[in-house]
T-cell receptor, first 111, second 114 residues
């Protein structure tokens, strides 16, 4: 079945440093979604990318969808303590007809 | 606030027991999805209901079952509980049946099996 992998599993940065998480799918995706889960919270939808090579920005967050639509990245510029949490990518699994989530990248920001 | 309501927030029970988790979707949403989140398994899709009918099935054990009622709320029933069933159970909803739509998650139910 489809697999969605994320790296790194964990990253600890100093406040103000940049952060990037990478997502790779074993199959071509029709779209990719990103979610953020704060400690003790629930996943919250951030963005959906649909087009090959698409780049979208949300303030300090930049999301990219690869040309082959099999990988994606989330880059945070100048991290803040409010960025702490786990970031998940998710892609549709046409076999299961459901969204498959990556294992997530846990971001810790040292003030 | 996502608009998705899950009860209870916490549940502590013993092995072999049966529990029911409840979810009310956002107003107007017809699809309900159940996900299990454990430390070593991440977010695992269990099952989806759309307008009362089962739409898709994932890694749901035979000991688990779900249903969606005419008022669109959903219940996840877990029986013959084992220690390994301890996890966070999330419900999410979307307006339509498409699994390409962004999910709106509830706050989850934390199940502890002792």
């Amino acid at each position: 079945g489809q697999q969605v992998m994320q790296i790194p599993q964990y990253q600890h940065v100093q406040e103000g440093e940049d952060f990037t998480t990478y997502c790779n799918s074993s199959t071509t995706l029709s779209n990719i979604q990103w979610y953020k889960q704060r400690p003790g919270g629930h996943p919250v939808f951030l963005i959906q990318l649909v087009k090959s090579g698409e780049v979208k920005k949300q303030k300090r967050l930049t999301f990219q969808f690869g040309e082959a639509k099999k990988n994606s990245s989330l880059h945070i510029t100048a991290t803040q303590t409010t960025d702490v949490g786990t970031y998940f990518c998710a892609g549709p699994d046409t076999g299961r007809r459901a969204l498959t989530f990556g294992s997530g990248t846990r971001l810790q920001v040292q003030p | 606030d996502s608009g998705v309501t899950q009860t209870p927030k916490h549940l502590i029970t013993a092995t072999g027991q049966r529990v029911t988790l409840r979810c009310s979707p956002r107003s107007g949403d017809l699809s309900v999805y159940w996900y299990q989140q454990s430390l070593d398994q991440g977010l695992q899709f269990l099952i989806q209901y759309y307008n009362g009918e089962e739409r898709a099935k994932g890694n749901i054990l035979e000991r688990f079952s779900a249903q969606q009622f005419p008022d669109l709320h959903s219940e996840l029933n877990l029986s013959s509980l084992e220690l390994g069933d301890s996890a966070l159970y999330f419900c999410a909803s979307t307006p339509g049946s498409s699994y390409n739509s962004p999910l709106h998650f509830g706050n989850g139910t934390r199940l502890t099996v002792t």
